[in-house]
């Protein structure tokens, strides 16, 4: 057996992928995330597949489930919203597989930024204005961020920022980020991108905490900050550019 970690998408059931949504269709089992995967997902397991929420369960009785799956020769589906590679606590989960020899591989699912970049319109990176992404989180109720990697230092680099899981902590966001980018920066904040409750905010760091508040926002967000989500005046890309050359014969 093997044990799938799939990325659900962001929210909407249509944005798991081809290959994520065939591999839910042959699974016996399905550990999924309650709280943030879509229930009409769910409708692409096999009819008697065993069902399992693992909102309630600690790490240890998920690996258990996982453990109790492979003895009983079934081939898993692991749902976890987003995309496996950032912020879904998969690594753990492997690790675990690795330590009792069970086979696992990740299907990439549609991650929670790029749901948000699309539902502001925005593509992320636009020429000489900024052509850097950092994926990061702020640490309050969740494990500490690494040395070097707090708000403040990764400000410095005036690249657009995505935060995850800090929603609920705008305000604060807010005050690290203005020396760095200054009350003008174009900022937004993104909950529950591509659902049909999503809630799209934009602003500027001076008022986007603001907006937040009176929204009622505390999770399932991603803020965004960055001069590349205002951009109008930049020149056009060189990949298209007539003074690009171009080969005839390439393929």
Known sequence: MTVYFIGAGPGAADLITVRGARTLGRCGVCLYAGSLVPRE??????????????????????????????????????LHSGDPSVFSAVAEQMRRLDAAGIPYEIVPG?????????????????????????????????????????????????????????????????????????ADCPAAVVAMASRPDELVLRGTLADIAE?????GVVRTAVIIVGRTLAAEQFPDSYLYSVDRHRDPCAK
Not at 47 to 72: K, N
């Open 211 to 215: 907006k937040v508040a009176a929204a």
């Open 110 to 182: 549609v991650p929670a930024f790029a749901a948000a970049a699309a539902a502001l319109g925005r593509e992320l990176t636009v020429p000489t204005v900024g052509q850097t992404v950092i994926l990061t989180r702020i640490a309050r109720q969740a494990t500490p961020m690494p040395p070097g990697e707090d708000l403040a230092t990764l400000g410095r680099s005036g690249a657009l920022l995505v935060l995850h899981l800090a929603a609920r902590y705008t305000g604060e966001v807010v005050a690290e980020l203005l020396p760095h980018y200054g």
């Open 41 to 78: 997902l769910l409708a692409e397991c096999p009819p008697d597949a065993r069902l399992v929420d693992t909102a309630g369960l600690t790490l240890d009785q998920i690996t258990e489930e996982l453990t109790r799956a492979h003895e009983a020769g079934h081939d898993v589906a692991r």
